[in-house]
């Protein structure tokens, strides 16, 4: 197990990183979008003790990735990476948007397990779109993302998109691969396979966070951050 560093400048960027996620879908993402850097990238059930987590009460994706990644690296003294991504559905005025991940509950977390959310959110969005024709169900998967140094300074974000729209049942859910709404989403521009049917390289290389990675990396390798 990983305990939390001393504080360490922004160039440790190419040694050590924290990822402010305990999601393993997540993770397993980053880590292969940015492995040709040869970062060590620390997850947070890596941390011997993880620091409470920081309540994400911003209204944009910007807002709440900056509060993660700030709220982190304050507390742990290493750099940070953190996301905040989500579903949006332009039939659902934008909806589930910065409460993705818990919107079967209305944005409230109750504890309920990872897998069991994941189906009650998608099942939500289906059921609301019951009466959607396919050409109105399109949406998106919207990523932001920050890195933030020890002391907090938010050093650089990106934005990353990834178009497609929302399947009908019975063909959808679909798919093994990716997590959340993903076996529910069709990619653009075919709409033949959903996120989770594509090849892991394939949904890393046209996604929304491999899009923002991308572009975070490109500035790592750059020395612009």
Do not use: W
Not at 171 to 189: N, Q, S, T
Not at 202 to 210: L, Q, T
């Amino acid at each position: 197990m990983v305990g939390p560093s001393i504080a360490t400048p922004i160039n440790s960027l190419r040694s050590r990183m924290l990822i402010a996620t305990g999601n393993p879908g997540k993770l397993a993402e980053i880590r292969a979008v940015l492995a040709d850097l040869g970062l060590a990238l620390t997850g947070l059930d890596e941390l011997d003790s993880a620091p409470p987590e920081p309540v994400e009460d911003g209204d944009t994706f910007l807002a709440n990735a900056t509060i993660k990644a700030r709220a982190y690296a304050l507390a742990t003294g290493m750099p940070c990476l953190a996301d905040d991504s989500g579903l949006i559905v332009d039939a659902l005025d934008g909806r589930p948007g910065v409460i993705s991940s818990h919107y079967c509950t209305d944005g409230r977390d109750i504890g309920m397990p990872r897998a069991e959310r994941d189906h009650a959110n998608s099942a939500r969005v289906l059921r609301e779109l019951g009466g959607v024709a396919d050409s109105g169900r399109t949406a998106r998967f919207v990523c932001v993302m920050a890195i933030a140094e020890p002391d907090g300074t938010v050093r650089a974000t990106a934005e990353g998109a990834f178009e497609g729209r929302i399947g009908r049942p019975p063909r959808v859910p679909a798919g093994d691969g990716g997590f959340g709404y993903d076996p529910i989403f069709l990619a653009a521009p075919e709409f033949v396979q959903t996120s989770a049917e594509l090849p892991a390289s394939e949904r890393n290389a046209r996604s929304h966070r491999g899009q923002a990675l991308r572009r975070l990396a490109e500035r790592l390798r750059s020395g612009l951050v």
